[in-house]
């Protein structure tokens, strides 16, 4: 039983929540409850899409830096590959997800809301990843934030580890969407129910090509193929061909 993550459902959309109060910080154990979380929504045909959110307050303000001061490199070793899975399942979800982000998501915080498919924050959130500044790195973030905002821009957040304010956030391209801190949640919940209706299968696929970066032709190429012969592939086309888009009634088979 998972004492610091929550999963809930409703009308096809499950809200993944971090509930570690005061500051939602994110230690091995938080780590291994969202792997595991995701682990059961990537196997629920019933979820088409995850918004993931910390409280109104605020969504993560990073690593356990206590946890961490008492590793020794022989621990550290021992858990990064478990850490540094979980801090991206979100990526390997089949479902859209979306973070809703309030108040802070740094370190660790925002390296788990990098690995989501969108990013949406209030227009007071302060976001970072200042592992630098306690002799560290993010494990998980580097490569993604490279590919979103570019290398150069990436380099000097994660060299200078200071804190991003939603301006500069959204014109960097490390978020999506800037609403106020109150209509977060529910802007998130917006985009997901967008969704719920959708072609289950050709997303998770779409999903698969993004997440296989430099091997995303080779993997497209498949993934495309494959969708042929499925139910939803038969009737989103047969539909499409008739009536247009925004018409075909998906099963998700």
Not at 151 to 178: I, M, N, Q, T
Request: net charge negative.
């Amino acid at each position: 039983m998972a004492e610091f993550v929550t999963v809930d459902q409703a009308e096809g959309i499950a809200v993944l929540r971090i509930a570690r109060p005061p500051m939602n910080l994110i230690d091995l154990q938080v780590a291994l409850e969202l792997a595991a979380a995701a682990h059961e929504i990537a196997a629920d045909d019933s979820i088409a899409a995850v918004v993931v959110c910390g409280d109104q307050r605020i969504f993560s303000a990073g690593d356990e830096m206590a946890e961490l001061a008492r590793l020794t490199s022989e621990q550290a070793h021992a858990m990064v590959e478990d850490f540094q899975a979980a801090l991206n399942s979100l990526a390997r979800l089949p479902q859209p997800t979306v973070a809703a982000i309030s108040g802070y998501a740094l370190g660790a915080g925002l390296e788990l809301a990098l690995a989501a498919d969108r990013r949406i924050i209030g227009d007071n959130v302060k976001l970072g990843l200042p592992q630098i500044k306690a002799g560290l790195i993010p494990v998980a973030g580097i490569r993604r934030l490279s590919l979103l905002i570019g290398p150069s821009h990436a380099k000097d957040l994660v060299y200078s580890g200071r804190f991003v304010d939603p301006k500069e956030a959204a014109a960097l391209g490390l978020v999506d969407e800037v609403v106020a801190p109150d209509d977060v949640f529910e802007s998130a919940m917006r985009w997901a129910k967008q969704f719920t209706a959708g072609p289950r299968l050709a997303l998770a696929a779409a999903k698969r090509v993004f997440e296989a970066g430099t091997h995303g032709h080779d993997r497209a190429r498949r993934e495309w193929a494959e969708l042929f012969g499925t139910e939803d592939q038969q009737v989103g086309t047969r539909s499409y061909l008739v009536d247009g888009p925004d018409v075909a009634r998906f099963t998700g088979r």
